[in-house]
């Protein structure tokens, strides 16, 4: 887990599964989730977009490595906590919340 804040009703996820990044937005309980197609090397920069009408991209570098169509952005500010490296209540998405971040985040 990277950086999350919301659950089961409304949120937003960006994490690593199996080095591969993932970004899952949530809202009305319906769950979009974008993945890159593979794993960055090394140190990057990862930047995630959720626009308006609802294009979602994951970007490594600058470069987009995903995209999608999602839900558009969140009708209300998530009620969970906002997360960096865990995801201390309920997911957002279908994964593990209990992984923590191990690499450096800046």
Do not use: N, W
């Not at 209300?76 to 450096?104: H, I, M, N, S, W």
């Amino acid at each position: 887990m990277i950086v999350a804040q919301g659950g089961i009703a409304r949120g937003y996820a960006l994490y690593l599964h199996e080095g591969k990044p993932v970004l899952a937005v949530r809202e009305h309980q319906r769950l979009v989730c974008i993945t890159a197609s593979q794993a960055p090397p090394g140190r990057f920069r990862l930047e995630a977009r959720l626009a308006r009408g609802g294009a979602t991209s994951l970007a490594v570098d600058g470069k987009t490595v995903a995209s999608g169509q999602g839900p558009g952005l969140l009708a209300a500010q998530p009620k969970e906590d906002f997360c960096v490296g865990c995801e201390k209540r309920r997911t957002v998405g279908d994964y593990d919340g209990k992984a923590l971040f191990k690499g450096v985040l800046s």
